[in-house]
């Protein structure tokens, strides 16, 4: 994929979803030395946790293992029929706030 200037390599099922219902990550490959991210200008925000919440809770930990997500990242269980969702926590110059949304579709 591309855009302006930047090209990458992303990682995408056959039928566009994402692992457990966009709980967990799609991979990029960057082409570049440096991540694009450090172009960006200081906002005054910093990440600290994320929250994942899946019916399948104890099968996600393994596979962040196996991608080197750090001991910031939580998984937590769902009931049958209620939705995976994310819960980011971000610090920012007006304190703490979160971030949730819904990961995927509804089983």
């Given amino acids: 994929m591309s855009r302006a200037e930047l090209n990458w390599l992303i990682t995408i099922r056959s039928d566009g979803g994402l692992p ?54 939580s998984v937590a269980p769902l009931r049958p029929g209620e939705r995976p969702y994310l819960m980011a926590h971000l610090q920012t110059p007006a304190g703490l706030r979160r971030l949730s949304g819904a990961a995927g579709p509804a089983r």
């Fill in 20 to 73: 457990f219902d966009g709980v967990a990550p799609a991979l990029i490959e960057w082409g570049t030395e440096t991540h694009p991210a450090k172009r960006l200008r200081e906002a005054s925000c910093s990440f600290v946790k994320l929250e994942a919440f899946h019916l399948e809770a104890q099968r996600i930990p393994t596979l962040f293992r196996s991608i080197g997500v750090d001991g910031s990242v």
